[in-house]
């Protein structure tokens, strides 16, 4: 099945700074997403990407869909503490039937104030 | 607008047991998922419902695991009987529309086998 290699594993950094995280495979999805998981919670979609070589942002979260279609990352300007959490991102491979979203293992966040 | 529900949030069983977990997801979604979630791992998809049809359970393990959405709306998973390696979070999500990765998660159960 598919796989989706997330990076890094784990980010310690300090309110303010800037993050960046990155999302590969070897299959092409059609569709990228990034959630945010805190703990005891499920997770939240925060950008959802439909187009390769989209860019697309939501307040101080951007997001790229790459141009192979098979990679995204994902960008948090001037982070604060409640960024903090564990991101995910997803690919979804076509629209039809049987196509199952894939999950990435994960970025955890923390963010130092 | 109310989300998903899940209950129980925590469940605590012995191997050999048996467990069930239950979803209500948001009013007018038709596709319904349930994922297992492993500590320091992505979800997984274990079942995905378009109303009370199964759309994938391919990653299901149906020798110990079932579930069903009889009426299309809420939905029960259940394990019998529990294996050690089944202690996770199980969650359940729901979607508008069929085809989309944007889902709506619930809380999760937290599922411990000793």
């Known amino acids: 099945g598919q796989q989706l290699n997330q990076s890094p594993q784990s980010m310690f950094i300090q309110e303010g700074e800037d993050v960046s995280m990155n999302c590969t495979s070897s299959?092409?999805?059609?569709?990228w997403l990034w959630y945010k998981q805190e703990p005891g919670e499920g997770p939240v979609l925060l950008i959802a990407?439909?187009?390769?070589?989209e860019l697309t942002s939501n307040g101080r979260l951007t997001a790229q869909f790459g141009i192979t279609r098979k990679d995204s990352f994902l960008n948090i300007s001037a982070s604060i503490p409640s960024d903090v959490g564990i991101y995910f991102c997803?690919?979804?491979?076509?629209?039809?039937?049987?196509?199952?979203?894939?999950f990435g293992e994960g970025t955890q966040l923390t963010v130092n104030p | 607008e109310a989300g998903v529900a899940q209950s129980p949030r925590y469940k605590i069983i012995e191997k050999r047991q048996s467990v069930a977990f239950w979803c209500n997801p948001i009013s007018g979604h038709a596709t319904l998922y349930w994922y297992q979630q492993i500590l320091g791992q992505g979800p997984k998809l274990l079942i995905q419902?378009?109303?009370?049809?199964?759309?994938?359970d391919s990653q299901l393990p149906k020798d110990r695991f079932s579930a069903e959405r009889l009426k299309g709306v809420d939905s029960t998973l259940k394990i019998q009987p529990a294996k050690l390696e089944d202690s996770a979070v199980y969650l359940c999500a729901s979607s508008f529309a069929k085809h989309t990765g944007e889902l709506f998660f619930g809380e999760g159960s937290r599922l411990t086998v000793l």
């Open positions: 990407l439909y187009k390769a070589g």
């Open positions: 997803a690919g979804h491979p076509r629209a039809s039937s049987g196509s199952r979203l894939t």
């Open positions: 299959s092409i999805f059609n569709t």
């Open positions: 419902f378009q109303n009370n049809g199964v759309v994938d």
